[in-house]
Nanobody, 124 residues
Framework: QVQVAESGGGVVQAGGSLSLSCAAS????????MGWFRQAPGKERESVAA????????NYGDSVKGRFTISRDNAKNTVYLQMSNLKLEDTAVYYC?????????????????WGQGTQVTVSS
């Protein structure tokens, strides 16, 4: 069983930066694709970013391209989401997910394990 835990959420002013971390436990997590998703109140879950097991392949949702960067440290079984130039519309609960496959994906349904989420609030 893989356990996933996000951290790093908080309140940040528009235009600012914030970094999220996702720690995953499990003997082979370093071989799994991982992704970040978010959901704002009253809205559907949105794909944010995904990364392959090696970190060599990344994908981003259109709304965050050029502002967010996903990376991973397999020695720590941790994936990061560096967010910059944050906008009010980035306010959401951010979820980390792990899929039992080497490539990442922006399709939420392809993930097998999910964290509880961490709140990010962007203020004006």
């Amino acid at each position: 069983q893989v356990q996933v835990a996000e951290s790093g959420g908080g309140v940040v002013q528009a235009g600012g930066s914030l970094s999220l971390s996702c720690a995953a436990s499990g003997p082979t997590v370093s071989r799994y694709g991982m992704g970040w998703f978010r959901q704002a109140p009253g809205k559907e879950r949105e794909s944010v970013a995904a990364i392959s097991w090696s970190g060599g392949n990344t994908n981003y949702g259109d709304s965050v391209k050029g502002r967010f960067t996903i990376s991973r440290d397999n020695a720590k079984n941790t994936v990061y989401l560096q967010m910059s130039n944050l906008k009010l519309e980035d306010t959401a609960v951010y979820y980390c997910a792990v899929r039992d496959y080497g490539l990442g994906s922006l399709r939420a349904g392809s993930y097998d394990y999910w964290g509880q989420g961490t709140q990010v609030t962007v203020s004006s």
